[in-house]
């Protein structure tokens, strides 16, 4: 199984300030990494899949890059709806076995 | 605009079995070559998938969870189900449904999520 690791744990920042989340795998997943934005009581919404390409209708403010077994995703300046919990996903298994990173909590600061 | 509702109990009894349907409106199940999955998250953790299924009916499972899981879908009601067998507290989570093509990641939209309580 292959296993996400996602830093750090919480993160803390200013609106209008850049938040760069780390996701890094146990072993390389090439580019088949996605990234979801999860607030409150609500499901995940997916951000960025491929890596690096973003979903339709993401804010161009969101960025992804790596491949291999190192990710980040970028918010190149924070607006009040990002402060949410942010998750990486790995798809390279097969048989598909997919897994999640543990998660970001980005909080205002 | 495709939508996924989901149904099912809010509670289920420990060693009882848990059922949830996510019924698709808006779209086929059986179009466009899509996987329907299950994913769930225990309160307050993070996300875990569960497996999926065609509509021709090819699963796959999370291996830690295959030997209690089974994944149905009736393609007539436009719907896929999930059953999971001998619940403890470990299984009270959110339960979501959701949409992947085969090797892709997870597409929106997710149904609303279901939070299962096994407790007696």
């Known amino acids: 199984e292959i296993v996400m690791t996602q830093s750090p744990a919480t993160l803390s920042v200013s609106p209008g300030d850049r938040a760069t989340l780390s996701c890094r795998a146990s072993?390389?997943?090439?580019?088949?990494l996605a990234w979801y934005q999860q607030k409150d009581g609500q499901a995940p919404r997916l951000l960025i899949y491929?890596?690096?390409t973003r979903a339709t209708g993401v804010p161009a403010r969101f960025s992804g890059s790596g491949s291999g077994t190192d990710f980040t995703l970028t918010i190149s300046s924070l607006q009040s709806e990002d402060f949410a919990v942010y998750y990486c996903q790995q798809y390279n298994e097969w048989p598909p076995a997919y897994t999640f990173g543990q998660g970001t909590i980005l909080e205002i600061k | 605009q495709l939508q996924l509702q989901q149904s099912g109990p809010g509670l289920v009894k420990p060693s009882e079995t848990l059922s949830l349907t996510c019924t698709v409106s808006?779209?086929?199940?059986?179009?466009?070559?899509?996987?329907w999955g299950w994913i769930r998250q225990p309160p307050g953790r993070g996300l875990e998938w569960i497996g999926s299924?065609?509509?021709?009916?090819?699963?796959y499972f999370n291996p830690s969870l295959k030997s209690r899981v089974t994944i149905s879908v009736d393609t007539s009601k436009n719907q896929f189900s999930l059953k999971l067998t001998s619940v403890s507290a470990a299984d009270t989570a959110v339960y979501y449904c959701a949409r992947h093509k085969v090797g892709q990641q997870m597409r929106d939209p997710w149904g609303q999520g279901t939070l299962v309580t096994v407790s007696s």
């Open positions: 299924i065609s509509y021709s009916g090819s699963t």
């Open positions: 072993q390389s997943i090439s580019s088949f």
């Open positions: 491929g890596a690096s």
């Open positions: 808006g779209g086929s199940i059986s179009g466009s070559n899509y996987y």
